[in-house]
C-alpha cells in the first residue's frame, strides 16, 4: 500500500499548501447526531438523492416541497404501505417529477428501512452510526442490494450528506486511487471493492484522519 504522505503533499502543492488544504476538509458527523436522524429524514434524503441522479438539482429543490407534501413527511410506515394505485396517482402528480420507477422506490426504501429497524433492533441512524468503518464496502452494498437505486455514488453521497465517514468514488479519486496502484479501472467489482477498504484502513492508520478527508486529498491530487 502506498503511504499517504505524498498524496498529501501533492495535493497541498496544488492548493496552496498544508494549512490552505486542511481547511478544505470536512469532519464526519458524531455519533449522537448520526443517532439523532429520524428515520423519515433518511427516507427523505434518499428519495432526494434518487431523484437528483439524472435530473437538475435545481429541479428537484424548486419541488421539494411537494415532494414532502405528498408523502407526507416519509414516514416510513405510512410510505411502505403505499399500493399501486397510490403510486400511479403519484406518479401522475404534476407538482412532483414524474417518474414512476424513481416514485415506487420511496415505498421500497421505506421497506428497508423498516426491515433495517426489525433486524438490527435500532433505527437506521443508530444503524448507520454504529456501523464498522473497516466495513465501509459493506454499508455500501447495503444500500445497493436492500435499497432501492442507492448503488454506486448515489448511496455514498447519502451517507456523506449526513456526515457518515466514506470514500466517494469521484472520478477524480478514482484518478488517483488508479495512480497510486490501489485500483484498475473504475474500482466497483468486489475484489476492488476490498482493495480500497484495505487502503483507507490502512491509510487513516497511517495519518488519523477519517475516510472522507483522505477522499477528498486524494481528489485534489488531481483535481479543483
Not at 415505498?107 to 466495513?135: C, I, M, Q, S, Y
Not at 454499508?139 to 435499497?147: C, Q, S, V, Y
Not at 454506486?152 to 456526515?163: S, W
Amino acid at each position: 500500500m502506498p503511504a499517504f504522505a505524498p498524496i498529501w503533499d501533492l495535493a497541498a502543492a496544488r492548493h496552496g499548501g498544508d494549512a490552505a488544504l486542511e481547511a478544505l476538509l470536512d469532519r464526519p458527523a458524531t455519533p449522537e447526531a448520526l443517532r439523532a436522524v429520524s428515520d423519515a429524514e433518511w427516507l427523505g434524503d434518499m428519495t432526494r438523492r434518487v431523484f437528483s441522479a439524472g435530473f437538475s438539482q435545481k429541479v428537484v429543490a424548486a419541488r421539494w416541497s411537494a415532494f414532502e407534501a405528498a408523502f407526507e413527511g416519509f414516514d416510513p410506515g405510512r410510505c411502505a404501505m403505499l399500493d399501486e394505485d397510490a403510486l400511479d396517482r403519484l406518479a401522475s402528480d404534476p407538482g412532483l417529477i414524474r417518474n414512476r420507477a424513481k416514485i415506487a422506490s420511496v415505498r421500497e426504501n421505506a421497506a428497508f428501512l423498516r426491515a433495517l429497524a426489525e433486524t438490527h433492533g435500532k433505527p437506521a441512524g443508530h444503524v448507520f452510526a454504529d456501523w464498522p468503518a473497516e466495513d465501509h464496502v459493506g454499508l455500501l452494498a447495503l444500500l445497493k442490494t436492500e435499497g432501492t437505486r442507492l448503488g454506486g455514488i448515489t448511496g455514498a453521497y447519502l451517507l456523506r450528506g449526513r456526515g457518515v465517514d466514506g470514500f466517494i468514488l469521484t472520478p477524480d479519486v478514482v484518478m488517483a486511487l488508479n495512480r497510486e496502484g490501489v485500483i484498475s479501472g473504475a474500482g466497483v467489482s468486489k475484489s476492488a471493492m476490498r482493495a480500497l477498504q484495505a487502503a483507507f484502513d490502512g491509510w487513516r492508520a497511517e495519518t488519523r484522519r477519517p475516510m472522507m478527508q483522505l477522499s477528498r486529498v486524494l481528489a485534489l491530487s488531481v483535481g479543483a
